[in-house]
């Protein structure tokens, strides 16, 4: 059985027409899913509550009720995402049993628009990672070859969609956490605009950087699970007051466009050929086509890793004190006062690299350090957000590759940590910037491992770079 | 930057993590090597820059004051590591 | 503890500055929408969003940004128009979030001062350095289990508003003036009750001496704890003997927070300097700023209510009451609103301002209520001013028979009372002519000694009148009757 539809507009019609039924889609998913069980892709799988959800809609729909603009599309979510009555560990064995008392606000949106949430998605612990090495419950592999990583740290969502475990899934992106994985996993990943979709519900990393966004197999089904979560809440109060773009809106792109590019991806010894390669051979397509594709040295290239750490830990730092083991969550066995309480179950509690952030977040912001390190860094960030804006006036995206290598080999990164860090130096420049950014699924190189190409917009531009986009996929 | 056993010491109980022996070199050594890596931001010169802090332009994203009350005693209490009927517990201050 | 001989003492200076913690009488918490009110069951009023769960993200509450602009401008601060939140970062048991949500770089009210007036008669501007919002805290009870502290999240995310003074205080009495003054405000702009043993206002103390003269401040302790304005007022007599015994010992005053406590009347030592905390103090990111602008700030301003010095001010001079009685009436702010709404009725200040001072304020002594629970309406009571004015009762009837039955709250006017209980002054001349005759025949000896000049008797006379006529009778007109009526004899 095939679940293997590119679209939700090809589902749709499936539905329709009578190809199939949701409860005939949601068991080919549970199918695919245990039968990829050892990609550790879910942490759990609603797969009684996803089948009783499908045979109510399938009834919906047969007697010509009005159903939602998701109906009968099954996604995963990302394991820090809360839906209310279920489980929501952020991959941590701090949360390992917390029941979510409320939704997130995308969830509802998804819900009530009649998507079917399958389950929740193994994801680097508290989102930090870009492996998905870091998760209490294992690492994420990748479907492509399973001794590689998936990406992270939304790399079980990423991985769901690759294997088709559900049509979509919902990542969060902090420092390219969607965009990383889907290029790994050969699979789309858009990060919308800062102030895009409401956070609330989304188990804060680093606040002014977290992003939710959908990993689909299509630009279209971007767009749709875009226009469904986007747009002002009440419950999250930096929202912009934007239109959100509309999937109706969606057409392919014919226009002469203006594109950067990084010069250093194509010239750093750091980036790999098969990755150097297909960017080269894009920016030779685009050029065929007429668009104007110019190189750019970004001066600032290099600070953009150390500014990303120090602003986004220190965020951290400050949102995971709330797990101490007093109110919810896991609290040591071996405590005996409240400082104890405390520390042994934070120790316990947050894995190593968790740790680590949590320590250096806290160092920056200091007496003494503040300045130095954190005032600092929010400086830097200022002159990468104007400097890409700057090259945003001139040209209409950046085009960068998402990664600088394929997926890597499982256990071969996670001895330093500063190695790591520097995987994210194509990512976290649209973080930094609070810009719109979207990997694009570009081949695949010789051992068959996905790449991804990455696209950069303007501010609350998600509406151009889809139409982009979706010309770009068929180049 | 030279992060030293003090220092980590101190940060430690600041975030109010424990670190075993072996764990507080490997964080000495990992701090070290990370906070050197972003000692690079001094190269940049940020005279005159204002920190940017918040990313979108809005500002007065304010509540109206009404009262919603969704969550039960019950609920707020059901992840509770301890609690009796109405209370959170937790291990006093200073253990008896 | 040392006792200090006087001339020890009258060295040194003391110098205090207060933090009061004023929390807000908004509906909902400063971040998130569920009650703010005081009590309830334990972990009642509570929301994912105070209980600091994963995920949830705070949203500022409109009203608390209007309360502490009306503070501000009560304290005659300057508002600051760009307002931010920062992170306060620190571990304890009833803080569920981790930190602190409060203003650290630019909090709403800057500068500003409070006049307090002192017994000697010299009225003090002590300044305020600036007055910002933040959230509260839970609350942890230790002494209800052996192992286990109980903590209730009720009270977590309620606003609060931090009034901070300079160290402008030099006296007990003067911090003791500082919060009444500040509390009186609170009240009058109806934003916080004000109530010191229910905690919604809290008083922190910074305290140090130093020798008279000099010009720069000793090491200050900061008092934690301070339930009442007595125990403020006790822990400053106590920190400025303590303080300057140990330096005249040679010692040196370390820098601590102390608590205060009320069985004993000392402070001990809760956190040293070393112990102190790092907050870690940084931009809240979740919160966006707030841009007041003049047009906003003109509104409140203009929706401001009088607030007590102008009240003072008003009744001193307009309407020409003493100090005393203008000082009485302004103390509480129900006593205040029910003078205004009494003026707004009747015309004769002087006489609504005795009902005040006299009537009024012994039944609400007698009876503990305060002016808002009155059943007796200014309107009622305007009535009956008007009643007396007109002549149609007298004083002494208006206050020992009418009163009383105004403050059952009956629908009745003073006038329909009047009239029910047949107390109305008689405008018929024969009738008063009758009273007068009859007393006039009571006492034959006594008009005698009357016509032989004694004219003390007329008292007699007029006692009796008022007693066979039930005081339905006007004073100054049967007066001269009964004179004529004497010396005619």
Not at chain 1, 90 to 104: C, D, G, P, R, W
Not at chain 1, 139 to 167: E, F, L
Not at chain 2, 16 to 44: C, P, S, T, W, Y
Not at chain 3, 413 to 438: G, W, Y
Request: with cysteine.
């Amino acid at each position: 059985m095939t679940n293997n539809y590119h679209s939700y507009s090809e589902l749709k019609s499936g539905l329709e027409n009578g190809d199939t039924t949701v409860e005939k889609l949601v068991n080919g998913y549970l199918q695919q899913i245990q039968a990829n069980a050892q990609l550790n892709a879910f942490n759990e799988v609603f797969a009684d509550e996803a089948l009783e959800q499908a045979r109510v809609l399938d009834k919906r729909m047969q007697s010509g009720e009005p159903v939602g603009k998701l109906a009968g599309m099954v996604v995963g979510i990302k394991d820090n995402i809360s839906y209310k009555g279920h489980k929501v560990t952020a991959s941590s064995k701090m949360l390992e049993n917390f029941t979510a008392i409320y939704s997130a606000t995308i969830v509802e949106r998804l819900l009530a628009e009649d998507a079917i949430i399958i389950g929740r998605c193994n994801c680097d612990e508290f989102a930090m990672g870009a492996a998905n090495e870091n998760s209490f419950f294992g690492p994420v592999k990748n479907h492509a070859d399973q001794t590689r990583v998936s990406g992270g740290s939304s790399g079980g969502s990423a991985v769901a969609v690759q294997a088709g475990m559900c049509h979509a899934a919902i990542g969060t992106d902090t420092g390219g956490s969607v965009r990383q994985p889907a290029a790994f996993c050969g699979v789309v990943g858009l990060k919308p605009t800062y102030g895009r979709i409401s956070r609330y519900g989304i188990i804060s990393y680093a606040s002014s950087f977290d992003q939710v966004g959908p990993i689909t197999r299509s630009v279209e089904d971007a767009a749709l699970l875009l226009e469904v979560m986007a747009g002002p809440d009440e419950y999250d109060s930096t929202l912009a007051r934007k239109p959100v773009p509309q999937v109706a809106d969606l057409k392919k792109e014919s226009g002469k466009k203006r594109i950067a590019y990084m010069q250093e991806a194509l010239s750093s010894p750091g980036v790999d050929a098969d990755v150097k390669a297909t960017l080269a051979a894009y920016i030779d397509k685009l050029r065929a086509d007429g668009h104007i594709v110019k190189p750019i040295s970004f001066e600032l290239l290099e600070y953009l890793v150390p500014t990303y750490y120090i602003l986004a830990m220190a965020e951290a730092s400050s949102n995971l004190a709330r797990y101490d083991g007093v109110h919810y969550g896991y609290r040591s066995p071996n405590a005996v006062d409240l400082t104890s309480t405390y520390k042994k179950s934070r120790s316990e509690g947050f894995g190593k690299e968790v740790q680590r952030r949590i320590m250096l977040g806290t160092f920056v912001l200091s007496a003494g350090y503040y300045d130095a390190y954190y005032a600092k860094a929010q400086r830097v960030r200022r002159l990468i957000q104007n400097k890409t804006n700057e090259i945003l006036q001139e040209y209409d995206f950046i085009l960068a590759p998402t990664a600088p290598e394929p997926a890597f080999a499982l256990g071969l990164k996670e001895k330093d940590p500063v190695v790591t860090y520097l995987y994210d130096i194509f990512t976290v420049q649209a973080s930094l910037a609070g810009v719109p950014a979207i990997s694009l699924p570009a081949g695949n190189n010789g051992k068959g491992l996905p790449l991804g190409l990455q696209l950069i917009a303007k501010s609350f531009n998600e509406q151009e770079l889809l139409n982009f986009s979706e010309y770009f996929l068929q180049l | 930057m030279n992060i030293d056993e003090q220092t980590v010491d101190k940060i430690a109980h600041l975030a109010r993590l424990e670190l075993a022996a072996d764990e507080k070199q490997e964080m000495i050594k990992d701090m070290n090597k990370i906070l050197g890596f972003m000692d690079k931001l001094n190269e940049v010169d940020t005279a005159g820059v204002e920190p940017l802090v918040y990313m979108t332009a809005e500002v007065n994203n304010l509540r109206d004051d009404v009262i919603k009350q969704d969550i039960t005693t019950e609920e707020a209490l059901k992840n509770a590591p301890m609690h009796d009927d109405s209370h959170f517990l937790v291990a006093k201050v200073i253990s008896k | 503890m040392t006792i200090l001989n006087s001339s020890v003492t009258d060295k040194y200076e003391l110098v205090v500055g207060l933090e009061v913690h004023a929390q807000l009488s908004t509906l909902s918490k400063a971040f998130s929408p569920d009650s703010a009110a005081f009590g309830g069951q334990p972990n009642h009023h509570i929301s994912a969003i105070s209980l600091g769960h994963p995920g949830t993200l705070p949203r500022i509450n409109k009203r608390m940004v209007e309360y502490a602009i009306k503070m501000g401008l009560a304290c005659n601060c300057s508002i600051n128009l760009h307002n931010t939140f920062a992170r306060k970062n620190y571990f304890y048991a009833d803080l569920p979030k981790g930190f602190q949500t409060t203003q650290d770089q630019q909090p709403i009210c800057l500068g500003g001062f409070v006049p307090v007036k002192l017994s000697s008669g010299v009225t003090k501007n002590i300044a305020i350095h600036h007055i910002h919002m933040e959230d509260d805290a839970g609350k942890s009870s230790h002494d209800q289990h052996d192992e286990y502290s109980l903590i209730d999240l009720n009270r977590a995310g309620v606003p609060l508003l931090e009034i901070v003074s300079q160290p402008d205080i030099r006296s007990a009495e003067e911090a003791g003036q500082f919060l009444t003054e500040v509390r009186r405000l609170l009240r009058y702009l109806e934003i916080c009750d004000g109530n010191m043993e229910e905690g919604s206002m809290r008083c922190d103390a910074n305290i140090s001496v130093r020798l008279k003269g000099q010009t720069t401040y000793g090491n200050r302790c900061e008092v934690k704890n301070l339930n009442s304005i007595r125990n403020v007022q006790r822990a400053i007599e106590h920190e400025f003997t303590r303080q300057i015994a140990i330096i005249e010992e040679g010692g040196h005053i370390d820098q601590n927070t102390l608590n205060f406590d009320a069985a004993t009347g000392e402070t001990s030592v809760l956190r040293s300097k070393e112990m102190a905390n790092d907050y870690r103090y940084f931009p809240e990111p979740d919160l966006l700023p707030i841009q007041i602008t003049e047009e906003q700030l003109e509104s409140i301003r203009q929706a401001m209510p009088a607030l007590p010095n102008q009240l003072f001010e008003k009744y001193t001079g307009e309407l020409n009451l003493s100090d005393y009685d203008a000082g009485v009436i302004i103390a509480e702010k129900d006593l205040a609103d029910y003078f205004e709404e009494l003026i707004s009725h009747t015309g004769n200040y002087k006489s609504a301002a005795n009902w005040m001072m006299g009537a009024v304020r012994s039944h609400l002594n007698e009876n503990n209520l305060t002016a808002g629970q009155l059943e007796l309406k200014p309107k009622a009571l305007a009535g009956l001013i008007d009643l007396v004015d007109s002549g149609k009762v007298n004083n002494t009837v208006a206050a020992q028979k009418i009163f009383p039955e105004l403050l059952k709250g009956e629908e009745a006017t003073a006038e329909q009372i009047a009239t029910r209980l047949n107390l109305m002054i008689s405008n018929d001349s024969n009738e008063v002519e009758q009273f007068i005759k009859a007393a006039v025949a009571k006492f034959p000896d006594k008009v005698k000694e009357y016509q032989k000049g004694k004219k003390g008797v007329l008292g007699l006379f007029m006692g009796e009148i008022m007693k066979s006529s039930k005081g339905k009778i006007d004073p100054q007109k049967t007066n001269q009757l009964l004179i004529k009526a004497l010396e005619s004899e």
